[in-house]
Nanobody, 131 residues
């Protein structure tokens, strides 16, 4: 059974850092990619980062580039999203997702643009940036 479980969300002040995790089971990070998405109240879901299973290559949306870092620990079946220099615009529910067919079908840029193509999702973790 494919399962993704996010954790690590919380309340932080502007400028602070936070790391969220995505623990997976039922499949291998060696074979399938992981993407992070977020959704703020009243806004569309936004793809922010992803990591390829093939070579560990990563990609970031412009909104988080230079501030967020995605990484994986294959031994722990966990993908991390380290978020630095957080601001109020980063407040959202954060979700990780995987899909068994998307890799190789399109570019990583398109992975993030097409959230509706990802089949498996976690329940999300809330991140609030506020003073």
């Amino acid at each position: 059974q494919v399962r993704l479980v996010e954790s690590g969300g919380g309340l932080v002040q502007p400028g602070e850092s936070l790391s969220v995790s995505c623990k997976v089971s039922g499949f291998s990070l060696d074979h399938y990619p992981i993407a992070w998405f977020r959704q703020a109240p009243g806004k569309e879901r936004e793809g922010i980062s992803c990591i390829s299973s093939r070579d560990g290559s990563t990609y970031y949306a412009d909104s988080v580039k230079g501030r967020f870092v995605i990484s994986r620990d294959r031994a722990k079946n966990t993908v991390y999203l380290q978020m630095n220099s957080l601001n109020a615009e980063d407040t959202a529910d954060y979700y990780c997702a995987t899909d068994f067919e998307i890799q190789g079908r399109m570019s990583m840029t398109e992975w993030l643009r097409n959230w509706h193509l990802w089949d498996y999702w976690g329940q999300g973790t809330q991140v609030t940036v506020s003073s």
